[in-house]
């Protein structure tokens, strides 16, 4: 028998190729935007050009944490559990709170600084420079809203926009044109989480 001669193997052939790792994408951190549906929640308040900037709740937070003399106005809603531990935690941040209506029924005895005060009656007092504030300490450079009836919070924001120099936070689930800077109109999950990121940026006593 006749040997058959070895088989060359083919210059040609590519070695065999590992087929490339697939990527695994890590899951994206969820963000929430509080800059949607930024347009004034009652259809004619309409103030004329100048509106409130809508921003994340980063931006606000932080502005909150910079001011010198912040006070946080909050209203009836805050009898809502969930928002009440929102106020709550602002409040032992050290802000100081200024209850409207009747928010200080919940909020008197959770040993935070929280002051009762008449929203018409306060906001007149915060467009005049030489009003020496709730603690006697001085008017406030910065003054953040929420949970307030719309209508009402709306016109006590106006005042101020208009007759003093203080800068207006509206950290409400409502979109509030003549604030300085607004949430745009938010869904109440939204919102809640909303005030977790606000909450994040504040120093921890």
């Known amino acids: ?50 509106m409130a900037r809508a921003v994340m709740p980063a931006v606000s ?10 006070l946080l106005i909050v209203g009836s809603q805050v009898h809502d559990a969930d928002v009440l531990a929102k106020v709550v935690a602002i409040g032992k ?11 200080y029924t919940s909020l008197g005895d959770k040993g935070i600084d929280v002051h009762y005060a008449n929203l018409h009656a306060l906001a007149s007092y915060l467009c005049d420079p030489n009003w020496p504030g709730l603690d006697g300490k001085g008017n406030y450079d910065l003054v953040v809203f929420f ?21 207006v936070v509206s950290l409400d689930k409502y979109y509030h044109p003549n604030a300085y800077m607004s949430f745009g109109n938010l869904k ?12 994040k940026e504040l120093p921890k006593k």
């Open 1 to 50: 028998m006749t040997k058959k001669p070895p088989v060359k193997p083919d210059a040609k052939a590519k070695p065999e190729e590992k087929a490339p790792e697939k990527k695994v994408d890590k899951p994206a951190e969820s963000t929430i935007d509080t800059t949607r549906q930024a347009v004034p929640f009652n259809t004619g308040n309409i103030p004329g050009p100048k």
């Open 61 to 70: 937070g932080k502005m909150l944490a910079k001011a010198k003399r912040p």
């Open 93 to 103: 941040a050290g802000i100081q709170i200024a209850a409207v209506g009747d928010a």
């Open 147 to 167: 949970g307030i009836t719309y209508y009402y919070a709306s016109q006590a924001i106006s005042a101020l926009k208009n007759f003093s120099n203080t800068k």
């Open 188 to 199: 109440r999950d939204v919102f809640l989480g909303a005030l977790d990121e606000v909450i």
